[in-house]
């Protein structure tokens, strides 16, 4: 039995978590109308690199045909490691001080036949943008700053009201705007905002021609230096053209104090970071002629995604820090899980969408929040220190940098999807029984 009338589902946030949403409820569900909210006067992401595991690249061929659709985006703008010996690798990591400083500690290698590719986090937006159904509305400028769930004289909607003044009303509200989501905010309270995870990066995209002729054939394969207190990422991207450079410092326990999460800085204090690394790790930093310092924030373990028809998905619900590279392609195996729940013959009114987010909720959250504390135990790993505040080494990297890595590449999304969908029948047959 379809529905009395077409369910009115309102997006808040318009980058990949938001677009990739829209993409699989408009697969799944063509009844709907869906409206995107987006703060911004316009589709826009940093330019700077992402990298998406094999978990992330199969979660998008099931939300979307694979050839047209967006592991086909992720196709026409990854690169891969430019030496085809090295496409299987996922970084070859390098001790970055001391005196064994440029030599190979492991090369890290992933799942069989899948090549590790990293791609500028604007192009792959523009390209799922332009997958949109026509019937999308999309909404930009609308910054939020309310919602008030079950309206009666709306037939129980959510309403939403904006900076601007306008409001809009919809059967279920869905926060997929980032780290420092409003709606998360809205739904918990300022105790959800996001926290400082005691480290920041220096980020910089150059030129790949010339850190070739600067550093050495080496850039054009991902490399990971590792060393006291902190480690050094590179990753070719813009088909080669281009490095994506991020240098991960400790802050040696000093609160980040400013307002803003992206600061200038300048290379003198950037050198001064790492002062006493190896040549090459040095020459990469000398790329940057003016770098940025970036506060790295994650989300405390939330104890739910969802209170009654509003939900949080993507880094609204579950941002971490980035020592596992795979924050972006949790929020599309979100996506691919939610909006499988979100079909016409398991939703047929207004009042099933609750039982669709607790089953997600129920799901997802276990993993989710298990990525946060296994990205910070990465992020520590990775500078050279243990939990208790000692150190590590050099052979506990060779022994533990796959560990974590494997739990994210590894898992059965479709086996997620039908156990949501056996709790999501449980959840509306036992509030069924309970209302006789």
């Not at 659709?69 to 430019?82: A, D, F, Q």
């Not at 019937?135 to 309310?146: E, P, S, W």
């Not at 795979?326 to 398991?346: C, Q, R």
């Not at 506990?396 to 898992?411: C, L, P």
């Amino acid at each position: 039995m379809a529905s009395e009338r077409p369910l009115e589902i309102a997006i808040v946030g318009a980058g990949l978590a938001g677009v990739t949403l829209a993409l699989g409820l408009t697969r799944n569900n063509p009844n709907l109308n869906l409206t995107v909210f987006e703060s911004r006067r316009k589709f826009s992401e940093i330019s700077n690199g992402v990298g998406f595991g094999s978990n992330a690249v199969r979660a998008m061929s099931l939300i979307t045909p694979k050839i047209v659709g967006i592991e086909g985006v992720y196709e026409s703008v990854k690169t891969p490691n430019l030496d085809p010996f090295k496409r299987d690798i996922w970084y070859d990591v390098r001790h970055g001080d001391g005196p064994k400083a440029g030599n190979l500690i492991q090369e890290v290698r992933g799942e069989a036949n899948f090549e590790f590719c990293s791609l500028s986090r604007a192009k792959f937006l523009e390209g799922i943008v332009g997958l949109l159904d026509p019937r999308v509305k999309l909404n930009f400028g609308t910054r939020i700053i309310d919602i008030v769930d079950g309206i009666d004289d709306h037939a129980g909607k959510s309403r939403l009201r904006f900076e601007d003044g306008t409001e809009a009303y919809a059967d279920a509200v869905i926060g997929c705007d980032g780290i420092r989501s409003k709606v998360r905010e809205l739904m918990f309270g300022e105790k959800a905002n996001a926290v400082y995870s005691g480290k920041y990066a220096y980020r910089k995209v150059v030129s790949m021609k010339k850190a070739i002729a600067t550093v050495g054939p080496q850039m054009r394969n991902r490399q990971m230096f590792v060393g006291k207190g902190g480690h050094v990422v590179t990753q070719p991207i813009k088909n080669g053209d281009a490095l994506n450079i991020v240098a991960f410092r400790d802050a040696r326990g000093e609160a980040w104090k400013r307002r803003v999460w992206v600061v200038p800085s300048d290379r003198e204090a950037m050198l001064k970071d790492y002062e006493g690394w190896g040549e090459e790790v040095v020459k990469i930093l000398e790329l940057i002629e003016y770098p940025e310092k970036w506060g790295l924030f994650d989300t405390t373990p939330a104890e739910t995604y969802t209170v009654n028809n509003l939900c949080i998905l993507g880094d609204a619900a579950h941002a971490t820090s980035p020592h596992l590279d795979s924050g972006a392609g949790f929020a599309i195996e979100d996506a691919y899980l939610l909006s499988g729940l979100l079909k016409p013959e398991l939703v047929k009114r207004a009042a099933d969408i609750k039982y669709a987010f607790k089953a997600w909720d129920a799901i997802r959250r276990p993993r989710c929040n298990e990525l946060i504390s296994r990205s910070r135990e990465q992020g520590l790993l990775l500078d050279l220190q243990a939990q208790d505040g000692g150190e590590v080494s050099a052979e506990d990297v060779r022994e533990k940098i796959e560990i974590h890595q494997r739990w994210v590449w590894n898992v059965d999304l479709e086996g997620m999807l039908e156990k949501a969908t056996v709790l999501f029948q449980k959840e509306k047959e036992a509030a069924g029984s309970l209302k006789c």
